[in-house]
């Protein structure tokens, strides 16, 4: 069965800063990957997906996130953290097959003015 | 286009009380998800519909049972009420017509059980 690890339970970062939240998966072939943003009393939005194809992806928000094989990770980035993206995130992935995702266990951001 | 719809949005019980938790989604999908969201412990899913008619249950089902209405509606029951079942729900549905079979969120149902 497939797994997905964000090892960050909580990542605090300055506003205008780079950001980095990281996200490993185990399973065998490429899944579909995908990132969920959570704001404070929200339902999940999605940030940004992949299949296949270019492994640099774009999404909203200005985030955009990098599918490595090699690693088994798909890494959520933004150059420059504005205070509203305080909000928890998660990682996700599909088995080509499937409709059932596997969560991780999601990474707070904390973002200082 | 409403999306993924909750109601109610917070709810406080006594333990032994009964519940009905109910879901809506306007987007034509055919799968519908409940889960439940607690610190530390990320998301959790307690049943799910692949279509109208069927259900599974999914990792935390004790406790809980589910309806698939129609298409578009799918309730979570709670028939007596612990306080272990103190959480946040949310409904989800995706269309397996998608190839990315992403999930669409409600705004969640914030339980509290006395």
């Known amino acids: 069965a497939q797994s997905v690890t964000q090892p960050d339970i909580h990542i605090t970062v300055s506003e205008g800063a780079s950001l980095e939240l990281r996200c490993n998966y185990s399973y065998g072939a490429t899944p579909y990957l995908f990132w969920y943003v959570q704001s404070p009393g929200q339902g999940l939005q999605l940030l940004l997906k992949?299949?296949?194809?270019?492994?640099l992806v774009q999404g909203i928000k200005g985030f955009e996130a990098e599918f490595k094989r090699s690693q088994s990770s798909f890494n959520l980035r933004k150059p420059s953290v504005h205070w509203s993206d305080a909000a928890e995130y998660f990682c996700?992935?599909?088995?080509?097959?499937?409709?059932?995702?596997?969560f991780g266990r999601g990474t707070s951001l904390i973002v200082h003015p | 286009n409403a999306g993924v719809t909750q109601t109610p949005k917070f709810q406080v019980l006594k333990t032994g009380q009964s519940m009905t938790l109910q879901c809506a989604q306007d987007?034509?999908?055919?799968?519908m998800y409940w889960y439940r969201q607690d610190p530390g412990m990320g998301l959790r899913l307690i049943y799910y519909?692949?279509?109208?008619?069927?259900?599974d249950k999914g990792e935390v089902p004790n406790g809980y049972n589910v309806s698939r209405l129609n298409k578009r509606e799918f309730s979570l029951r709670l028939e007596s009420a612990a306080p272990s079942q103190t959480s946040v729900y949310f409904c989800?549905?995706?269309?397996?017509?998608?190839?990315?079979?992403?999930?669409?969120f409600g705004p969640g149902t914030r339980l509290t059980v006395l």
């Open positions: 519909s692949a279509s109208e008619g069927t259900t």
């Open positions: 992949y299949f296949s194809g270019d492994t």
């Open positions: 989800a549905s995706s269309s397996r017509s998608s190839s990315y079979n992403e999930q669409f």
């Open positions: 987007m034509n999908h055919n799968s």
């Open positions: 996700a992935v599909l088995v080509g097959g499937s409709y059932i995702p596997t």
